[in-house]
């Protein structure tokens, strides 16, 4: 008779203890949160978060999602998604249709822009203005040839010399070493990492570096405006519990690398620790917490935008707010 008691409150506890379970993940407060791309170190801080309980602390419950074609900030705009991940120049265009789309940056995730040009070390493009005559493989973005040309005229080369093609469907290291074309855009922290592992003689040139009016920011979290008027609070513990996963893998990188190569495990880990420990130096400003805006910077690419014609007005300080990273 005691064994048959003691089966049975065993068999009552483990009940209890899944219904307190169940009971307790249907208490959190469910995210979905859609990346522009496919995951990569842009997006370690989430992986972070929830690997490491943050979000699970603050009452809630992240989901990641690939981006859908329509692309993220459609998606967090129709609502199907809380939070997203953009950047500052597709951001103006979107805030600039006849219809704004219903979404605020709430985040910077890196602090500058760490894009640039790379080219093969040989062809001596040391500086932008050394691009006359040479060829551009161009992903035919609004403002991305406007960006580089102003680049160019900033650096005293001459802008409309520059020959664009379409970019061939390849990664950008091939594009430059089988010689399709003289230069390509690339990201430091993806693309310039890539050429170290391969060995890879080239030069790289930022455009931050060529022009502060080019220092703008991306990529950005964003999110739902109708999320950020309803549900405030609950907008505030997403942005600090991520800001919380990106300031462990800036002081942890190689353990975030492992976090987010243990959660997407088709990311080869060495590359991942080496672009990991390139950008956790630049996720935020010296002297700045992570993810904080500057709404000079903001104004003044979007001020540019304006002046070369890309969006019909200007935007100044609109589609940005810092207030959810405040406690």
């Given at each position: 008779?005691?064994?048959?008691?003691?089966?049975i409150?065993?068999?009552?506890?483990?009940?209890m203890?899944?219904?307190?379970?169940?009971?307790?993940?249907?208490?959190l407060?469910?995210i979905?949160f859609?990346?522009?791309?496919?995951?990569?170190?842009?997006h370690?801080?989430?992986?972070?978060?929830?690997?490491?309980?943050?979000?699970?602390d603050?009452?809630?419950?992240?989901?990641?999602?690939?981006?859908?074609e329509?692309?993220?900030a459609a998606?967090?705009?129709?609502g199907?998604?809380?939070?997203?991940?953009?950047?500052?120049?597709?951001?103006?265009?979107e805030?600039?249709?006849?219809?704004?789309?219903?979404?605020?940056?709430?985040?910077?995730?890196?602090?500058?822009?760490?894009?640039?040009?790379?080219?093969?070390?040989?062809?001596?493009?040391?500086?932008?203005?050394?691009?006359?005559?040479?060829?551009?493989?161009?992903w035919?973005?609004?403002?991305?040839?406007?960006?580089?040309?102003?680049?160019?005229?900033?650096?005293?080369g001459?802008?409309d010399?520059?020959?664009?093609?379409?970019?061939?469907?390849?990664?950008?290291?091939?594009?430059?070493?089988?010689?399709?074309?003289?230069?390509?855009?690339?990201y430091?922290?993806?693309?310039?990492?890539a050429?170290?592992?391969?060995?890879?003689?080239?030069?790289?040139i930022?455009?931050?570096?060529?022009?502060p009016?080019?220092?703008?920011?991306?990529?950005?979290?964003?999110?739902?405006?109708?999320?950020?008027?309803?549900?405030?609070?609950?907008?505030?513990?997403?942005?600090?519990?991520?800001?919380?996963?990106?300031?462990?893998?800036?002081?942890?990188?190689?353990?975030?690398?492992?976090?987010?190569?243990?959660?997407v495990p088709?990311?080869?880990?060495?590359?991942?620790?080496?672009?990991q420990?390139l950008?956790?130096?630049?996720?935020?400003?010296?002297?700045?917490?992570?993810?904080?805006?500057?709404?000079?910077?903001?104004?003044?690419?979007?001020?540019?935008?304006?002046e070369?014609?890309?969006?019909?007005?200007?935007?100044?300080?609109?589609?940005?707010?810092?207030?959810f990273?405040?406690?």
């Amino acid at each position: 008779m005691n064994r048959l008691l003691a089966a049975i409150l065993a068999v009552a506890l483990v009940i209890m203890t899944a219904a307190c379970a169940s009971s307790g993940s249907q208490d959190l407060e469910k995210i979905s949160f859609v990346l522009e791309w496919e995951p990569n170190t842009n997006h370690t801080g989430v992986y972070v978060a929830i690997a490491n309980g943050y979000y699970a602390d603050a009452g809630l419950e992240v989901k990641v999602l690939t981006p859908p074609e329509t692309g993220a900030a459609a998606f967090v705009a129709s609502g199907k998604a809380q939070f997203g991940v953009d950047v500052q120049e597709g951001l103006g265009i979107e805030l600039s249709l006849t219809d704004p789309l219903p979404i605020t940056a709430v985040a910077a995730i890196i602090s500058h822009n760490n894009s640039g040009i790379i080219s093969l070390k040989e062809n001596g493009i040391d500086s932008f203005g050394k691009l006359d005559g040479k060829t551009y493989a161009s992903w035919e973005a609004p403002a991305e040839v406007a960006i580089l040309k102003q680049a160019i005229r900033d650096s005293g080369g001459d802008p409309d010399s520059l020959v664009t093609v379409p970019a061939p469907a390849t990664d950008a290291i091939s594009m430059i070493k089988t010689g399709l074309v003289d230069t390509v855009w690339v990201y430091e922290n993806w693309d310039v990492v890539a050429a170290d592992m391969d060995g890879l003689a080239y030069n790289y040139i930022k455009f931050a570096d060529a022009s502060p009016v080019l220092d703008y920011y991306t990529p950005l979290i964003i999110a739902n405006d109708d999320f950020l008027k309803e549900k405030p609070d609950v907008a505030r513990k997403f942005v600090q519990a991520t800001a919380a996963g990106y300031e462990y893998a800036i002081a942890h990188p190689e353990e975030a690398a492992q976090i987010l190569v243990g959660a997407v495990p088709e990311l080869p880990l060495d590359f991942i620790i080496a672009s990991q420990k390139l950008l956790s130096s630049t996720y935020a400003s010296q002297n700045e917490p992570w993810g904080v805006i500057d709404e000079t910077r903001w104004s003044a690419f979007y001020d540019w935008m304006h002046e070369q014609g890309i969006i019909p007005e200007a935007l100044g300080s609109r589609g940005f707010t810092n207030e959810f990273l405040l406690p």
